[in-house]
């Protein structure tokens, strides 16, 4: 036997007693990923189109540079490339011509598909961007914006909105409208604002989030565009005055625009001068006016664009009073007071700018209404029409600019009754009764239905049960795992949730109800147990990125919580909490609202 056929006999031989011993011990099946062979084969892609080894298709440009390459490795690159070699004339042609790119930009791309990188500069960047487009070479389009979008100033950022605009760079584009928006009252000293179209122009000045302290700075801008080019623009400024917010304007500053030679001349300015004034008007004899269009609404800008009205108690006169807090910030201030203690209350918001507060005087029943217009240039609290019942430790919600009372204390039992107040004629109306009595219940607001959360009727309460406001009825769903007086309850993507409460101790425990499935599933606790703390949702994009929060604050303890807040993000299912720290304090009412006007 000779010494290969024996190596033959004992490789097999060691084959056999390898299998045995693996099959012996049940290996399983294991997969191995090798991170760099995509990059491998890229780099040796790459040398092989520097070397000119197998490439199957040359790009002649207008100075009659050649760039070669690998029809395959293009087509799983670029849809541009995909579409041109499934053209039957130029699938067999081994020579294409691309009179519209630069040599160098094309070699530039070229190299990325097979690198994966690219290097963008201030003299590149406009061509990289444009060829990209032409080529379908997504990444190198944001990558172009991205610099692009670091560049942007007072200067520039009508220029590059236009380049953006041209070459339907989404990206850029937003950033530069953003970019006008903020820095409103400084670009428009430039000379390219005076350039803008009529409906560049528009969309500027009708935006709810443009940065400008006051109005009457649109209608200087507005005025300045018009009479940079009189004869062909004056036939635009009845469209524009239409986005100027006249009726947010003081009377007397009012009254300086009505001056104007230009709007006297026009009958539609003209009815935009008497609209601002009559809804002047109508705020110092009525107070309350729920805004008729978007001229009638406050701007929101400077990023965080709510603040939470919040309702405090402390043990030195006044006994009650108000601070904004800026979620943003951390920051409080001091707002408009209320001469009673409104604890027992019932508080609610129409159109993130009225504030309602009713009932529960001194700890006292009382139909008693206040409303606060934070819109205004100097806010302050005034009556409003009382409701039909007294009551306190009342729910309430608010439905299609309707305010519901629901149930409550009217000093000698609980209720079951609900009243509703119409913020277009101003008046109270009893609507159906619940099947229960509860007072310190949860209230909330969802697809278009009143939620009566849990409560307190001699016991505590773990049903719920939601008015439908088309029918005029109540109907039971299911009930929640705890008993929950004082529960807090709030809001968020189609979901209802309930925070804490008390059924003979204070609660942390926490459920959300999702009415698809009309069950209650419970969520992490909070960290502190509370009645009747203050629940608040809102929106925080621009602070905490992509991400809506509820916000939890106050209540009853055991523990010292009453200066605290807690955000839940349903996401990640957790809390975090921070303290609100002032000596003293008790919050026990709350409300999201824009930013007042004098709010720093």
Request: charged content about 25%; some cysteine.
């Amino acid at each position: 036997m000779s010494v290969k056929e024996m190596d033959t006999i004992q490789a097999s031989s060691c084959a056999n007693n390898l299998k045995q011993v693996l099959q012996s011990n049940k290996c399983e099946p294991t997969n191995f990923r090798n991170d760099s062979h995509s990059v491998r084969i890229l780099e040796n892609l790459q040398s092989l189109r520097k070397n000119e080894v197998l490439c199957d298709i040359r790009f002649e440009t207008n100075d009659g540079t050649l760039v070669l390459g690998h029809k395959n490795v293009l087509i799983a690159a670029s849809p541009y490339f995909r579409a041109m070699f499934s053209n039957f004339d130029k699938s067999n042609k081994d020579l294409v011509n691309i009179r519209e790119l630069d040599s160098t930009i094309l070699q530039q791309l070229i190299d990325y598909i097979y690198t994966g990188e690219i290097i963008v500069t201030k003299e590149n960047v406009q061509e990289l961007l444009s060829a990209a487009n032409v080529l379908q070479l997504d990444y190198v389009n944001e990558a172009c914006a991205e610099f692009l979008q670091k560049q942007l100033n007072s200067s520039n950022c009508f220029d590059f909105k236009a380049f953006a605009d041209l070459h339907n760079c989404t990206d850029l584009l937003s950033s530069s409208e953003a970019y006008i928006k903020q820095h409103f009252l400084e670009v428009i000293k430039s000379e390219d604002f005076l350039s803008l179209s009529s409906e560049d122009l528009v969309k500027f000045i009708s935006s709810n989030d443009l940065a400008v302290p006051f109005e009457e700075k649109v209608f200087e801008c507005v005025i300045k565009w018009v009479k940079h080019d009189l004869d062909r623009r004056n036939d635009f400024l009845p469209n524009l005055m239409e986005h100027v917010r006249l009726p947010l304007l003081k009377p007397d500053i009012l009254f300086n625009i009505s001056e104007e030679p230009l709007l006297k001349n026009s009958p539609k300015c003209n009815d935009y001068i008497i609209e601002a004034f009559y809804f002047n008007h109508q705020k110092t004899v009525q107070h309350f006016t729920i805004p008729k269009t978007i001229r009638f609404k406050p701007r929101q800008f400077d990023g965080f664009q709510k603040v939470i009205l919040m309702f405090n108690e402390c043990d030195t006169l006044p006994k009650c009073h108000t601070e904004w807090y800026d979620p943003a910030t951390k920051q409080r201030e001091n707002a408009p007071g209320i001469n009673d203690c409104r604890k027992t209350a019932g508080f609610c918001v129409l159109s993130d700018q009225f504030v309602f507060v009713m009932g529960g005087v001194n700890g006292r029943s009382s139909k008693s209404v206040s409303m606060l217009d934070v819109s205004s240039q100097s806010p302050f609290w005034v009556p409003m029409v009382d409701m039909l019942v007294s009551r306190r430790r009342l729910g309430v919600g608010v439905l299609d600019d309707s305010i519901y009372a629901v149930g409550g204390h009217d000093g000698n039992s609980a209720l079951n009754t609900v009243e509703v107040f119409n913020a277009r004629t101003q008046k109270w109306q009893m609507v159906s009764s619940m099947s229960v009595k509860r007072y310190n219940l949860g209230v909330g607001v969802l697809n278009n239905s009143l939620f009566a959360v849990g409560g307190y009727n001699g016991g505590h309460l773990k049903s719920v049960e939601y008015y439908d406001p088309t029918l005029g009825t109540w109907t039971s769903v299911a009930d929640m795992s705890k008993n929950r007086e004082g529960a807090g309850v709030g809001v968020l993507d189609g979901l209802m949730y309930a925070f804490g409460g008390y059924d003979g101790k204070y609660l942390k425990s926490c459920e959300v109800y999702k009415p698809s499935d009309g069950v209650w599933s419970s969520i992490a606790d909070m960290h502190l147990g509370r009645y009747r703390p203050v629940k608040l949702h809102f929106d925080i994009v621009g602070v905490v990125v992509l991400d809506d929060y509820l916000y939890v604050m106050g209540g009853k303890s055991e523990e010292s919580i009453n200066d605290t807040v807690e955000m839940y993000n349903p996401i990640t299912n957790t809390w975090t909490m921070e303290r609100l720290s002032r000596n003293g304090i008790r919050i026990y009412g709350g409300v999201v609202v824009d930013r007042p006007h004098h709010y720093n």
